[in-house]
């Protein structure tokens, strides 16, 4: 009867294990494959049908357009470095913004695109803690900048911006401006504050850090 009892928790104790290593492998795999696909629907409706019949050659036609994509952004980003290219982009983008609807998600794209993959982007600077909801109890959150313009004006002490990300989902949040004087500063990065939310907690630097000393050994 113990040798049963045994037998069970060892095996939910794998398939646990096992779950956390396959899921996240899956879900990479799938995201990807949609990227790849959906980027490629829109280019590959224009080949005659009778051209991809085959599986194989299907997928070859996949795989050309997406480096015909990836190379007509690099192209962009090239122009775009240089002068012409950019007054060039400039005049786009001036006549862009005068659009109605149009240019409010072109802005808001073009700011999010800039905050997370841009050469200066501020999103994410430090792992903090706030004290929130009320006295005496903290959260983690993520400062993104200090505050500048109205809201710093407006002030009499030095604000900074901070995303408070909800777990285990931290795409999702709230955004507070807090005194600077009132936000601890936490010595981990990013990456390990982000595997606290996701986890609930049950993930910690120091975990983090022994994790990681095992497998060096």
Known sequence: MVIKVNL?????????TGLLIVLPLLVSVIVVWWLFSTSTNLFIRFIPPAYLE???IRLLVRVLTLAGLVALIIFVGAVARNVIGRKIIALGEWIVVRIPIFNRVYLAV???????????????????????????????????AESRGEIQDKMSQTMVNVFLPTSPNPTSGML???????VIELD???EEGMKMVISGGAVSPAKIERETEIEAT
């Open 54 to 56: 085959s599986t194989i």
């Open 8 to 16: 069970k928790r060892r095996l939910r104790n794998y398939f646990f």
């Open 188 to 190: 981990i990065t990013v």
């Open 110 to 144: 073009k700011q999010i695109g800039e905050a997370f993959i841009g050469e200066h982007k501020t999103v994410f600077r430090k792992v903090v803690l706030i004290e929130y909801p009320r006295k005496g109890l903290f959260v983690i959150g993520f400062q993104t």
């Open 176 to 182: 507070i401006v807090v005194p600077k004087q009132d």
